[in-house]
């Protein structure tokens, strides 16, 4: 008889393998000897020889050797340099395929996580996209240099190799255009390039950020330090080359960091900020502003958010981490009242600028942590009716979950960007909460991410 140590998979050691479904991370997964393999690229229902690449206690690491039996759903990915980058996971699947997988992705976090019976739980068809490409209104490219010639592009994967990116196919094209000459003004003008292993150099990240709607652009450059050689020369050249152009800004970033932003931002040229338009809302977005990254994709979004607040005017809703109030003010003409916290105080002031702007006067905005705020608001009287969270990739944190569970709303709105710990959370509020049912929304075309929309209804007699 074989020992449990000789049937485990061995570094290198080639074997057939029969991929059963998409990994969160849109990688093949498949079964060997009871041992699960994660192989990225593969796609379910193809048969492929790998080589292990990375053996772990409960699971291994494969590439692709072969493909043996290939998925009709196979397609050539449009970015040449897809394989190196890593920035986009499923550019080698149909773009309907993709969608049926998000749906797919979301089933098997609950299967994992949550102890609902999902045959009883509506989880809805995939929202796409018309034309899934050239999408994102924002890019940040990391600047190097080679043979003299300066490069834009990301971190290989895996590499700290970067990949220099000319055409990036889900970046809006207003955005490549930006970088593409940038990056040749730079060159022209022979601006020092950071290096980060000699950690010389001025500049090391272009971002470019377009408003889709208004077509408005803006420019940033992230320097090692607030000194930049020609500078005045620079301005002029980004005008000449870029003339729609309306926001030139300069951050400072010396420190040894994967963070792109610094604390330091300055003004070079035009307005500190860009307009942007979403359905009847308009937006200031400065350098550092976080905003949703595929615009049109964020209105349906919104809307199914709306549908399922399905508000009557009378509501009292608050709008947890609420970033500059973009969720809350799409509700604020159907709820009586929309109240809004965040930890980040500029967001904050410009969640108030915006509801001001927009002649709300049923808004309230606060710096502060959702499960600190909220008790001290039910303490004085103000309960919420309904409650929308669109938390970070690692959840609702517990303490807000529990505020939840004792201010107990009659519905909870639930945005989610990550699968698993939605999953998590829905299962800690099930205690008081029916899951309605669960809404996928494709954001990031050709990426394995997808983004769901709950509507969770207290249970009857809590």
């Not at 989880?123 to 796409?128: A, K, P, S, V």
Request: with cysteine.
């Amino acid at each position: 008889m074989k020992t449990e140590q000789s049937i485990k998979i061995q570094i290198h050691q080639t074997f057939p393998l029969t991929i059963k479904r998409l990994g969160i991370n849109g990688e093949g997964v498949g079964y060997f000897k009871k041992q699960v393999v994660f192989v990225p690229g593969a796609l379910p229902g193809e048969e492929v020889v790998v080589e292990a690449t990375k053996i772990n206690p409960k699971y291994a690491e494969a590439k692709i050797k072969k493909i043996r039996i290939k998925s009709p759903h196979r397609v050539k990915p449009l970015c040449p340099v897809y394989e190196q980058c890593g920035g986009c996971q499923l550019q080698h699947l149909k773009y309907d395929q993709q969608l049926k997988e998000k749906r797919d992705i979301v089933i098997q976090s609950l299967e994992r996580h949550t102890k609902l019976a999902l045959n009883n739980l509506e989880i809805r068809e995939t929202i796409g996209m018309e034309n899934p490409w050239s999408y994102r209104n924002k890019s940040s490219f990391q600047v190097g240099q080679k043979d003299g010639k300066v490069l834009a592009g990301l971190y290989g994967l895996n590499s700290h190799q970067l990949i220099n990116i000319d055409q990036c196919a889900v970046q809006h094209l207003q955005t490549n255009e930006a970088t593409a000459k940038v990056k040749r003004i730079l060159e022209d003008l022979e601006i020092p390039i950071y290096n980060e292993k000699t950690r010389k150099g001025i500049v090391r990240t272009i971002v470019t950020r377009v408003g889709v709607q208004t077509g408005e652009l803006q420019v940033v450059l992230i320097t090692t330090k607030k000194e930049l050689p020609i500078k005045e020369l620079i301005i002029e050249e980004i005008q000449k080359r870029l003339p729609n152009v309306k926001s030139v800004v300069q951050n400072i970033n010396g420190e040894k960091t994967s963070l792109i932003f610094g604390e330091e931002t300055v003004k070079l040229a035009g307005e500190d900020f860009i307009q942007e338009t979403l359905g009847d809302l308009q937006f200031e977005l400065s350098a550092r502003t976080f905003f949703q990254l595929n615009p049109s994709q964020t209105i349906k979004l919104y809307n199914e958010v709306k549908k399922a607040a399905a508000l009557t005017g009378k509501e009292k809703v608050v709008d947890a981490y609420c970033g500059v109030g973009t969720i809350g003010l799409w509700l604020a003409d159907q709820a009586a009242e929309i109240r809004g916290m965040d930890v980040i105080p500029e967001s904050i002031e410009d969640a108030k600028k915006n509801a001001k702007r927009h002649g709300f006067t049923n808004t309230k905005y606060v710096p502060g942590k959702a499960e600190e705020v909220l008790p001290k608001w039910v303490k004085k009287g103000w309960k919420p009716d309904v409650i929308v969270v669109d938390p970070p990739r690692t959840g609702l944190d517990n303490q807000l979950i529990q505020t939840i569970l004792q201010v107990k709303p009659e519905k909870l709105i639930y945005v989610s960007c990550n699968p698993s710990t939605l999953a998590k959370d829905i299962q800690t509020l099930s205690s008081k909460y029916d899951v309605k049912y669960i809404q996928p929304v494709d954001m990031f075309p050709q990426t394995a991410h997808v983004e769901c929309i709950s509507q969770l209804i207290l249970k009857k007699g809590n």
